[in-house]
């Protein structure tokens, strides 16, 4: 059943996910500084994790610099983080919302951020360059000794406490290290799309890590425990990929 939501999209031709196909992707080489990230892991401040009934979202506050995204594609402009949020699926092989020469991974995290240019978020949903939003992959595997589990788990330990609507909790302010750690702001593919949620505005630069990072099987299930607001599990809960029409995505090397 297509939703209200969907049909606005109908005749839009920015709409996000995609599939990036490789071949046909345009390299490029930025000769302006590399995308930085700045005060996404520190350790001042807190950060909340909330069930919002599509997904846990999380952000960052207390006493704490803020987190600023800038160069890269970005030109001149600057970026503060949002929020940070997941979509999954019904099972450990499709669960991300962008594939990769048709290859669907298992979970992916999506890190918005907002054009400080602009006067309040609403104004940014107007603007075709309102939100740079990051899109990390992950991929299940046994591999026991894999780092990334330990860092996940300040975010995965706390998803029982959070299964139901509306529920929130406190949890550790670095709880995004992963992203120090697994990040490669040398090597990503940039479009210019849309949301994947809401009203789907075309408002959106992506820039899209193709490295998956490895996630534990029973941390994935965690999010599929989590209630929506009829208080159902969310077993699903990534868009479709959308046509690409005659944008052209970029890969950035340095």
Not at 88 to 101: A, K, L, P, Q
Not at 126 to 132: L, N, S, V
Not at 137 to 160: G, M, N, Q, Y
């Amino acid at each position: 059943m297509v939703t209200d939501n969907e049909l606005k999209s109908v005749n839009r031709r920015r709409q996000s996910p995609i599939d990036i196909e490789t071949e046909d992707v345009r390299c490029v080489r930025i000769c302006a500084r590399p995308l930085t990230l700045e005060n996404h892991w520190l350790q001042d401040g807190e950060a909340t994790i909330t069930n919002n009934g599509l997904y846990p979202v999380i952000r960052l506050g207390g006493d704490r610099k803020p987190s600023l995204l800038k160069y890269g594609p970005l030109a001149s402009d600057t970026y503060e983080f949002e929020n940070l949020h997941f979509h999954w699926g019904e099972d450990n092989c499709r669960g991300s919302e962008h594939t990769i020469n048709g290859t669907w991974y298992s979970l992916e995290a999506h890190a918005l951020h907002w054009n400080r240019k602009y006067s309040s978020m609403s104004e940014c949903l107007k603007q075709e360059d309102g939100f740079c939003v990051l899109g990390f992959l992950f991929i299940v595997t046994d591999d026991v000794d894999c780092p990334s589990f330990a860092l996940l788990e300040r975010i995965t330990e706390h998803l029982k406490d959070i299964h139901d609507y509306k529920s929130k909790k406190t949890i550790e302010s670095n709880c995004l290290m992963w992203i120090r750690k697994y990040i490669n702001t040398d090597k990503y593919f940039t479009y210019r799309g849309s949301l994947t949620t809401g009203d789907f505005q075309e408002c959106v630069t992506w820039i899209v890590f193709p490295d998956a990072i490895p996630i534990r099987a029973d941390q994935l299930d965690e999010f599929r425990k989590m209630k929506n607001h009829h208080n159902k599990n969310i077993k699903n809960n990534s868009r479709p990929v959308q046509h690409l029409y005659n944008r052209i995505v970029y890969q950035v090397v340095h």
